[in-house]
């Protein structure tokens, strides 16, 4: 079973180095989505998309050419597409399933799948009809193959409907943004075409950096995180009479803010800048959004401010959009990897999914009609401390929950308390511990003087890879966690701290 490379299917979607995704794996997957699309969605129909990943093409190529000869029909994106651009895509046929072929964050080599069902809804494991991606999996491990059909491949680009929607939905008119001076990186990946042409359009002064899509990624792992990747950026931006400058991921649904001068800005207080423009749209009384446990507590606080809800949340793009789904009185949602989730409407319809487009248009007009309150995050900001997450890899699954556990017993020993399941009962399959603040948090919520704040959970795309993170009061003692952290999983065959 080990040449079937059953470990790319993952909790959130389809991970793998393509060295271990041949063409007669893909073909064997291909046919196991199509009995899954025919047989218990029941479509006839599958928008397809890739990003700029080189694999990306073949990979699609395969799918397409399968799908229609198992007779449905295929709706292709040509050329390179960021995933939020695909998910406005599968919003205009939502009778559809829908596939894009790419690898996020990864480096080079890698290549996945993010699949969808009808109405937009995410197929992940125990997401989905008859178990969503773990259904997928048995039929490929089974080699079922479909029945032959005649199906059609066509080509459709949802780039202009998709530009004026999100522009629309931002509030932001041709020209509105002109004197608005803001650079962006793209790190080569897919999000330029659609950023440049929405921008452009927008009347914003933009500099556009590493806009040309390459699936070599030479600057490196197309990951904002990774400050050597971003550094020519920074250096850019820092000096270049920019308001904020942005930087995006491999495949456009990650973006980074940082301020002119090099400041960067959580994304939970970047929720926190744009909520109140959210909330005009979202205008009733008892609704809510998320916000993943790793979100600054103050941030949160803020987002309290505009009168909603803010429960605690798992990561995972697959679990928050089915949160969504599943809960009408939750309209929106933030990670702290800089990802933005909303319950769009479009034709009267609900599709709860991530649109970056939209979220970088209105970040900035936020940040040109009231920078003041970009200001005011950032200042709030400065009273609290990060470790931005980073992990450690084990050579075992045993070591890597003995360093967990040794971890979380620590810190409760230091007064702290753990969490570990939503309000709702939901696993949320992380540890949060908390010392000197609640976790139900409130607009009027105060903290102690010497508030902590400890993340840790399992990566669901990288084998073997545990992951922290610390907020606090002050910089001593979230660095003191984080120097805690690493001497305690060190006798548990903790490798070199890994970013990522």
Same mark, same amino acid.
Not at 58 to 63: D, G, I, M, V
Not at 483 to 499: K, L
């Given at each position: 079973?080990?040449?079937?490379?059953?470990?790319?299917?993952?909790?959130?979607?389809?991970?793998?180095?393509?060295?271990?995704?041949?063409?007669?794996? /893909?073909?064997?997957?291909?046919?196991?989505?199509?009995?899954?699309?025919?047989?218990?969605?029941?479509?006839?129909?599958?928008?397809?998309?890739?990003d700029a990943r080189s694999s990306g093409p073949r990979y699609l190529q395969l799918a397409a050419e399968t799908f229609a000869q198992s007779?449905?029909?295929?709706?292709?994106?040509?050329?390179?597409?960021?995933?939020?651009?695909?998910?406005?895509?599968?919003?205009?046929?939502?009778?559809?399933?829908?596939?894009?072929?790419?690898?996020?964050?990864?480096?080079?080599?890698?290549?996945?799948?993010?699949?969808?069902?009808?109405?937009?809804?995410?197929?992940?494991?125990?997401?989905?009809?008859?178990?969503?991606?773990?259904?997928?999996?048995?039929?490929?491990?089974?080699?079922?193959?479909?029945?032959?059909?005649?199906?059609?491949?066509?080509?459709?680009?949802?780039?202009?409907?998709?530009?004026?929607?999100?522009?629309?939905?931002?509030?932001?008119?041709?020209?509105?943004?002109?004197?608005?001076?803001?650079?962006?990186?793209?790190?080569?990946?897919?999000?330029? =075409?659609?950023?440049?042409?929405?921008?452009?359009?927008?009347?914003?002064?933009?500099?556009?950096?590493?806009?040309?899509?390459?699936g070599s990624f030479p600057l490196g792992d197309p990951n904002p995180v990774k400050q050597d990747v971003i550094q020519e950026g920074l250096?850019?931006?820092?000096?270049?009479?920019?308001?904020?400058?942005?930087?995006?991921?491999?495949?456009?649904?990650?973006?980074?803010?940082? =301020?002119?001068?090099?400041?960067?800005?959580?994304?939970?207080?970047?929720?926190?800048?744009?909520?109140?423009?959210?909330?005009? =749209?979202?205008?009733?009384?008892?609704?809510?959004?998320?916000?993943?446990?790793?979100?600054?507590?103050?941030?949160?606080?803020?987002?309290?401010?505009?009168?909603?809800?803010?429960?605690?949340?798992?990561?995972?793009?697959?679990?928050?959009?089915?949160?969504?789904?599943?809960?009408?009185?939750?309209?929106?949602?933030?990670?702290?990897?800089?990802?933005?989730?909303?319950?769009?409407?479009?034709?009267?319809?609900?599709?709860?999914?991530?649109?970056?487009?939209?979220?970088?248009?209105?970040? /900035?007009?936020?940040?040109?009609?009231?920078?003041?309150?970009?200001?005011?995050?950032?200042?709030?900001?400065?009273?609290?401390?990060?470790?931005?997450?980073?992990?450690?890899?084990?050579?075992?699954?045993?070591?890597?929950?003995?360093?967990?556990?040794?971890?979380?017993?620590?810190?409760?020993?230091?007064?702290?308390?753990?969490?570990?399941?939503?309000?709702?009962?939901?696993?949320?399959?992380?540890?949060?511990?908390?010392?000197?603040?609640?976790?139900?948090?409130?607009?009027?919520?105060?903290?102690?003087?010497?508030?902590?704040?400890?993340?840790?959970?399992?990566?669901?795309?990288?084998?073997?890879?545990? =992951?922290?993170?610390?907020?606090?009061?002050?910089?001593?003692?979230? /660095?003191?966690?984080?120097?805690?952290?690493?001497?305690?999983?060190?006798?548990?065959?903790?490798?070199?701290?890994?970013?990522?």
């Amino acid at each position: 079973m080990t040449d079937l490379n059953l470990s790319m299917f993952r909790a959130y979607d389809i991970r793998t180095h393509s060295g271990l995704l041949t063409d007669a794996l /893909a073909l064997r997957l291909a046919q196991a989505e199509a009995v899954y699309f025919r047989d218990t969605l029941g479509v006839s129909g599958v928008v397809v998309a890739h990003d700029a990943r080189s694999s990306g093409p073949r990979y699609l190529q395969l799918a397409a050419e399968t799908f229609a000869q198992s007779g449905i029909n295929v709706r292709v994106i040509p050329g390179v597409c960021s995933t939020s651009e695909f998910y406005f895509a599968a919003m205009q046929y939502p009778e559809c399933a829908a596939v894009m072929y790419g690898a996020s964050h990864n480096p080079a080599g890698d290549t996945g799948q993010k699949i969808l069902g009808p109405g937009v809804r995410p197929i992940a494991e125990h997401i989905g009809p008859e178990g969503g991606l773990d259904r997928i999996k048995e039929l490929y491990l089974q080699g079922t193959k479909a029945p032959s059909g005649s199906g059609s491949i066509t080509a459709y680009d949802p780039t202009e409907a998709y530009i004026a929607y999100s522009m629309s939905l931002a509030g932001v008119a041709a020209g509105s943004l002109r004197g608005l001076r803001v650079l962006q990186d793209y790190l080569n990946g897919a999000a330029g =075409r659609e950023m440049m042409l929405a921008f452009a359009r927008a009347g914003a002064d933009l500099v556009p950096l590493h806009f040309t899509a390459d699936g070599s990624f030479p600057l490196g792992d197309p990951n904002p995180v990774k400050q050597d990747v971003i550094q020519e950026g920074l250096d850019t931006l820092q000096g270049g009479g920019f308001r904020f400058g942005t930087f995006f991921d491999g495949d456009g649904d990650r973006i980074d803010f940082y =301020r002119g001068d090099g400041a960067y800005l959580s994304s939970s207080f970047v929720y926190a800048a744009i909520l109140p423009e959210i909330r005009k =749209r979202f205008c009733q009384q008892d609704l809510g959004v998320y916000a993943d446990l790793k979100s600054n507590p103050l941030a949160v606080m803020e987002m309290a401010k505009t009168g909603v809800t803010v429960n605690v949340i798992r990561n995972g793009h697959s679990q928050i959009k089915n949160a969504l789904f599943e809960n009408t009185a939750m309209f929106g949602a933030v990670e702290e990897s800089a990802h933005f989730y909303e319950a769009f409407t479009l034709d009267g319809q609900r599709y709860c999914t991530e649109n970056t487009l939209y979220i970088a248009l209105l970040a /900035a007009r936020v940040w040109r009609e009231s920078p003041e309150r970009f200001d005011a995050l950032f200042d709030l900001q400065q009273h609290t401390s990060r470790e931005r997450e980073w992990g450690y890899k084990f050579p075992s699954e045993q070591q890597r929950a003995e360093a967990l556990d040794a971890v979380q017993a620590h810190f409760e020993s230091l007064g702290a308390t753990a969490l570990s399941r939503m309000p709702n009962g939901y696993d949320l399959e992380a540890t949060m511990m908390r010392r000197g603040l609640p976790f139900d948090i409130h607009a009027e919520t105060r903290l102690a003087p010497d508030w902590l704040q400890v993340c840790q959970r399992i990566s669901q795309s990288e084998n073997g890879l545990a =992951r922290w993170e610390v907020v606090a009061a002050n910089a001593e003692l979230a /660095a003191d966690a984080k120097r805690d952290i690493a001497q305690i999983v060190r006798p548990h065959g903790a490798g070199e701290e890994y970013q990522g």
